[in-house]
């Protein structure tokens, strides 16, 4: 965490603007949102603020290595890792940060003083997206502030999205696979080319694992690894709306789910 990372709200004395704040590249941003966010990049932010931790507190909270991002992302909770996990798992995204800006409402907003948003998406094709994770049970009690972050956000050209987490068994299988996401889990050229081959008609894991193993003469613990770092990835398809197991029927076309 930086030393530069506050927790101390700076004060809005607008009545009518909202202030934005940031650390950019290890910068101070303070600005009205009306002169404008386009041009800046939160996606390379400090977090705004620290996570104060207290005995018996209830949330957990800690670091995630994020694939995308190549380093750390800090997390207030197990259903924001579980994000960061959708985030690593999604191609679309180039880059990610937590805690990446602070929003302070103009005076006399009402209860909502000031809210800061959970992550910043800088999307592959240029765009951004602003994502405040809730559990479902708590998205009412903010359905004010959500609003007038996705104003901001609309106003800066960025999506803006809820998320209240992922169904089961899909999130326990992303959750399983997401630890063969890293480097070293990525298959060489030739092994790639031979596991995609093995897949490329749609088999069982179990029996697509024994002839990649037999073809390529690696190590079975290697190519199985090889095998689910792809999956975890999309590069090769399973339904992960049915729990994985070495019955599953993998291909590396898109697999229609039943409806």
């Not at 290595?65 to 579980?82: K, N, P």
């Not at 690593?88 to 909502?112: C, H």
């Not at 069982?204 to 690894?225: F, P, Y």
Request: charged share 25%.
């Amino acid at each position: 965490m930086s030393p530069a990372t506050t927790t101390a709200v700076p004060a809005n004395l607008s009545e009518t603007e909202t202030l934005f704040e940031a650390l950019i590249d290890r910068r101070r941003v303070s600005r009205f949102v009306s002169d404008g966010l386009a041009d800046l990049a939160p996606e390379n932010a400090l977090p705004i603020r620290q996570f104060l931790a207290w005995k018996g507190k209830r949330n957990y909270e800690g670091r995630y290595f994020s694939a995308t991002s190549g380093g750390h992302v800090v997390f207030e909770s197990l259903l924001e890792r579980d994000f960061l996990i959708t985030v690593d798992a999604d191609p679309d995204v180039l880059a990610v940060s937590a805690q990446p800006f602070l929003l302070i409402w103009p005076r006399g907003t009402g209860k909502e003083k000031f809210h800061y948003p959970d992550f910043f998406l800088r999307l592959r094709d240029g765009g951004a997206r602003v994502v405040d994770v809730r559990h479902p049970e708590r998205t009412d009690t903010a359905e004010k502030q959500f609003a007038m972050t996705r104003q901001v956000c609309e106003s800066a050209g960025w999506d803006y999205d809820v998320w209240t987490g992922l169904p089961e068994p899909r999130m326990a299988n992303l959750r399983w696979l997401h630890g063969y996401r890293l480097e070293r889990y990525a298959p060489h050229e030739s092994l790639r080319s031979t596991i995609l081959d093995t897949f490329s008609p749609g088999t069982e894991l179990a029996a697509g694992l024994r002839r990649a193993t037999r073809v390529s003469a690696v190590e079975k613990n290697a190519v199985h690894a090889a095998i689910l770092h792809l999956l975890f990835f999309g590069v090769i398809h399973v339904d992960l709306d049915k729990p994985l197991s070495m019955d599953s029927h993998l291909s590396t076309r898109e697999i229609a789910c039943a409806s």
